[in-house]
């Protein structure tokens, strides 16, 4: 899937002694003329959160800044302010430029953008969904041990017909005046 679809990080989680390296790789990679990777413009919607003070002021300008301040009622924290021997988890994801969890885009190096990013992760997932009406949806998971593995939606039972009771209106009664019913 490369066409237009839209992305979603399910709980990915990166290894904390791992960020400052994840945090240089990005800002390598953004920096360098005409990207220096074929997912260099997937990165500048990389948002990263703690457990302990929300969402970090890392990769953000100013607009992203504003419109992720607005998402979550909350004031992006730079890295450098945090106690980081608090933090037990680092969690990433893409946001869209309006602070929605949704980023929609035509990400052809998906799969290249997650080779890269799993050796950084210790789980989570991430799942794709095509918007151009064919109703493709895949994904990926992470291991704790940086690996990653294709994911796909696919039928776990046989085909069901619907029951003749669906859609008829089930009218709720009430128990008559001076009836016993089980509660009282």
Not at 34 to 44: D, I, N, R, T
Not at 139 to 160: C, H, M, N, Q, V
């Amino acid at each position: 899937m490369g066409y237009e679809t839209q992305v979603e990080f399910i709980g990915v989680e990166l290894r904390k002694s791992r960020f400052d390296a994840f945090r240089q790789a990005v800002e390598e990679m953004r920096t360098v003329p005409g990207g220096g990777s074929p997912f260099a413009h997937m990165l500048p919607h990389l948002r990263v959160e703690t457990n302990v003070s929300g969402y970090l002021d890392w990769n953000l300008d100013k607009s992203a800044r504003r419109a992720l301040a607005r998402a979550t009622h909350e004031i992006p924290v730079k890295p450098r302010a945090i106690d980081w021997s608090a933090v037990k988890h680092v969690f990433v994801e893409m946001r869209d430029d309006d602070g929605g969890t949704f980023l929609r885009g035509r990400w052809y190096e998906a799969e290249e953008f997650i080779e890269w990013l799993s050796g950084y992760c210790v789980g989570g997932r991430v799942i794709q969904y095509s918007l151009e009406g064919d109703g493709a949806v895949g994904g990926w998971e992470f291991s704790s041990r940086g690996e990653w593995r294709k994911l796909a939606l696919t039928p776990i039972s046989g085909w069901r017909r619907r029951s003749a009771q669906i859609g008829r209106r089930r009218v709720a009664t009430r128990p008559r005046r001076g009836s016993r019913t089980q509660h009282g």
